[in-house]
């Protein structure tokens, strides 16, 4: 990804942006794990989706002034030698340019004497921030304590939540985000894989689970999309499951629910097989109804559609194939087995910004994830897909991952008696 992509994205924000206005994006910074010990930093995604640049601390700034013109800077800390010693330096003035864009660095110690300035001097009254918050009860975030002095500050300013307007922009990928989706997937496909390869009766979960996170980081992945899902036997039929705890018996299922992150982009994908190779009956049953209902689902896909039409595709492919299994008798039992959407947007985020109601676009890239879950006989079955939405359909981003019960069996077959690690 290059400084270009950022200014491009930047300029886009602008035009959405009131004369007389700053824009504030925060990169955030680590909280507190335990003690002396933080959580690994990872930034805020629409700061990175701005500026590119992955350091903590670090404060972007975009003025338009009250005829329009685009200033922008970029804050970042001043050398520390005792700092570097420690943790390494931190992003310097030319590397800041190179990676962003933004000619303007400055320091960050001069932000705030900077901004009364603009709000004094300047007379640029609204402020614009990301007021992101997912409920009425949650804490103030950074963002909104910022919010909250501003305005005890400032009575003359107006805060503006930029959220919206960044989300409306994320949810059409431009060819440099695909392809970077397209890479996480990639790598996503050597951890699974890699799983089948080691899988066998009676190994735990997590044993499993280490062959998909030594595969990633084998092949240069820092991070992953979200915590994997290893899930076998009943287990399978928790959405969430992350315990991945358990042994694995034989002649049962493995739901893998995986993702790598390749920078800051997610692959977001499930396969299901057999830990000793080979599909029940009742489990090829179950799986084929499964992947009809994925393809049928994938089939449908088109700008226009939302999230809801699609899903009433694969609720109506997933129906009629419990009711030829007489499993049920109409769609109003499905819910005892299908008890989530069949999709949601991918990317920066695993669910990535999204509008439910808002229609599908050229560029979206979503997931395609039915499932059937059977507690009462150990099966849950998940079979996900990344796919991007086209200008008369989609395309499958995830398509050299196998799938179906006879590319599944005939690999795990060929590696059965072959050590891998």
């Not at 949650?138 to 503006?160: M, P, W």
Request: glycine residues 6%.
């Amino acid at each position: 990804m290059n400084k270009d992509f950022f200014k491009k994205n930047r300029l886009k924000l602008s035009m959405e942006l009131a004369n007389g206005s700053i824009l504030i994006m925060f990169a955030g910074k680590a909280p507190k794990k335990s003690n002396d010990y933080n959580y690994k930093f990872t930034p805020n995604r629409n700061f990175y989706y701005l500026c590119g640049v992955d350091e903590e601390h670090i404060n972007l700034v975009v003025i338009k002034d009250r005829n329009g013109n685009i200033e922008e800077r970029l804050y970042i800390r001043k050398f520390d030698e005792k700092r570097a010693k420690w943790v390494g330096k931190s992003i310097n003035v030319e590397d800041a340019k190179k990676i962003s864009g933004i000619n303007d660095i400055r320091f960050i110690d001069g932000f705030k004497r900077d901004l009364n300035s603009l709000i004094s001097t300047k007379n640029l009254t609204h402020i614009y921030l990301d007021l992101e918050k997912d409920a009425y009860e949650d804490d103030l975030t950074t963002n909104g304590c910022f919010a909250k002095d501003l305005k005890e500050r400032y009575s003359q300013v107006f805060i503006h939540n930029v959220y919206p307007k960044l989300s409306i922009l994320r949810m059409c990928k431009e060819k440099e985000e695909i392809k970077e989706i397209k890479a996480a997937i990639e790598k996503t496909k050597l951890g699974i894989e890699a799983m089948m390869k080691n899988a066998k009766p009676n190994i735990m979960e997590y044993q499993l689970e280490s062959y998909f996170d030594f595969a990633l980081k084998n092949n240069g992945v820092k991070d992953f999309a979200f915590p994997s899902i290893i899930a076998s036997g009943k287990n399978g039929t928790i959405l969430h499951y992350e315990q991945n705890n358990c042994e694995i018996d034989d002649n049962s299922l493995v739901l893998c629910d995986v993702g790598a992150a390749w920078n800051y982009y997610h692959g977001d994908i499930t396969r299901t097989f057999p830990v000793n190779g080979k599909f029940t009956e009742r489990q090829k049953q179950i799986y084929n109804i499964v992947l009809n209902a994925e393809l049928e689902t994938i089939k449908a896909l088109k700008p226009g559609h939302t999230f809801q039409s699609i899903n009433e595709v694969t609720k109506k492919a997933l129906t009629e194939g419990l009711i030829d299994l007489g499993i049920i008798k109409d769609e109003s039992e499905l819910s005892n087995y299908y008890y989530h959407q069949v999709s949601h947007h991918l990317g920066l985020d695993t669910h990535d910004v999204e509008d439910y109601d808002t229609p599908f676009e050229e560029g979206m890239v979503i997931t395609v994830e039915p499932g059937l879950y059977l507690s009462q006989e150990g099966i849950g079955i998940r079979i996900e897909d990344d796919v991007v939405i086209t200008k008369n359909g989609c395309k499958v981003l995830s398509d050299e991952i196998i799938k179906t019960v006879e590319e599944i069996e005939e690999f795990m077959k060929k590696c059965q008696k072959q050590k891998i690690y």
